[in-house]
């Protein structure tokens, strides 16, 4: 009799213990559970720790509640102003409510990863190529809003959405290399250009200075001299102010019958009345022996044909 009521003792506690281990199930902590018993949720959600089903009648289903990061495939499109791109993204949601994620819809991940998927094909439609590389911050709220609306009704909450990358065809790169390039180029040649304005204005000043006093001219070319000097060349430059090649041009000596330079030229002295006139023929008088004024013999007289 012992030996029966201990077999059924023993036979009752391994029946208890299979029957805990059948319906014996451990919710994590990032988990809730779900139950459904013949087919049908039951309203209760069995939150973390330790829980008991009915075996073979209740179904335990286990809905992870952290942050779910999903990448989005590269999306290829036309933007607004023309030009093809490829862009891709990066989609941050959770699950608020494990019953609609899991009755609502068949599977939640597969639905949010295809609502990103056009959702980012109609942002690159709507937007322009100056958008997608400078304005991001408001290309990423208007895609969240357009996954997020339809997602509540799936027990999703959409977290966060980011654009990770636009690619761009090579020839649109080099054309904003080539934009870029004339861009800072100009900024260049206008800060030159100020640059000009400011030292021609400073030197005006200096200039105006230095008039006043002359010896700062020449403090200035000495400190010039010593710069270049300081710079170990083997050939020195000295430039002469003009003002002292003038001073050395006046303190020069005047050669004697020479005009003194800068002075008037002399008058031509007035011509004589016993003077011949130039052009005219010589004249005999005052010349020795018959001769002319210029020492050669008169002309022979030539014969009168004139009758008596």
Request: proline letters at 9%.
């Amino acid at each position: 009799m012992v030996e029966e009521l201990l077999t059924a003792g023993i036979a009752a506690a391994t029946g208890v213990a299979v029957y805990l281990g059948a319906a014996a199930r451990v919710v994590k902590q990032y988990e809730r559970g779900l139950v459904f018993r013949f087919g049908r949720l039951r309203d209760e959600i069995r939150p973390p720790g330790f829980t008991v089903i009915v075996p073979g009648v209740d179904r335990l289903r286990k809905v992870n509640m952290q942050i779910v990061t999903l990448p989005v495939p590269a999306q290829e499109g036309i933007t607004r102003d023309n030009v093809t791109v490829r862009v891709d993204a990066v989609v941050y949601f959770k699950v608020v409510d494990p019953a609609n994620a899991i009755v609502a819809v068949e599977d939640y991940r597969f639905a949010v990863s295809q609502m990103a998927q056009t959702s980012l094909r109609s942002i690159i439609g709507k937007s322009d190529l100056d958008d997608l590389l400078s304005n991001r911050e408001m290309l990423n709220q208007g895609l969240e809003l357009m996954i997020d609306s339809p997602a509540v009704g799936w027990g999703v909450q959409i977290d966060r959405v980011e654009i990770k990358d636009v690619s761009l065809p090579e020839t649109m790169k080099r054309s904003m290399a080539r934009q870029a390039e004339a861009d800072r180029e100009r900024r260049a040649r206008v800060i030159n250009a100020d640059a000009e304005l400011q030292a021609s204005h400073k030197l005006a000043e200096a200039a105006g200075v230095m008039s006043e006093q002359p010896a700062a001219l020449q403090l200035r070319l000495l400190q010039t001299v010593v710069a270049v000097a300081a710079e170990k060349n083997s050939t020195l430059v000295l430039p002469f102010p003009v003002e002292l090649l003038r001073f050395l041009e006046r303190a020069a000596p005047v050669p004697p019958g020479a005009a003194p330079s800068g002075a008037p030229a002399a008058a031509p002295a007035p011509a004589d009345a016993d003077a011949p006139a130039l052009g005219g023929a010589p004249t005999t008088a005052d010349a020795p022996d018959g001769l002319l004024l210029d020492g050669s013999p008169p002309p022979p007289a030539e014969p009168d044909d004139t009758p008596p």
